[in-house]
């Protein structure tokens, strides 16, 4: 059974950074794919960054919402197993529970409907 572990998140002002990291379980999968959305309230899960392995070929690649990239930094572990995403300057806009998922495969996708595997959430606040 495949399952996601999350852990990091909390209370930051705004300027802070903070760490998510997640990590799956389970799988037997030649590649994978793993990612992190998140979801304010009141408004649509929306992606953030994804990292793919594909493991037999020992080759990984990231993808960052446009929007994102140069503050939210995300990385894969050694062991394929684990990503951890850097939130720097965080502001009070990025306040959202925050969510893994994971999917079969090294094709990156932005697309929630493509993610099988689900972590709880890790909730963000950022106070201004």
């Known amino acids: 059974q495949v399952q996601l572990k999350e852990s990091g998140g909390g209370f930051i002002q705004t300027g802070g950074s903070l760490t998510l990291n997640c990590t799956v379980s389970?799988?037997?999968?030649?590649?994978?794919?793993m990612a992190w959305f998140r979801q304010a309230a009141g408004k649509e899960r929306e992606f953030v960054a994804a990292?793919?392995?594909?493991?037999?070929?020992?080759?990984?690649?990231?993808y960052y919402h446009p929007s994102l990239k140069g503050r939210f930094f995300i990385s894969g572990s050694d062991t394929k197993d684990t990503v951890t995403l850097q939130m720097n300057n965080l502001k009070p806009d990025d306040t959202a529970v925050y969510y893994c998922?994971?999917?079969?495969?090294?094709?990156?996708?932005?697309?929630?409907?493509?993610?099988?595997?689900w972590g709880q959430g890790a909730r963000v606040t950022v106070s201004s």
């Open positions: 998922a994971a999917a079969r495969g090294a094709l990156v996708s932005t697309r929630d409907t493509s993610y099988t595997y």
């Open positions: 389970g799988h037997t999968f030649d590649s994978v794919t």
């Open positions: 990292f793919g392995w594909k493991i037999h070929l020992n080759t990984e690649n990231a």
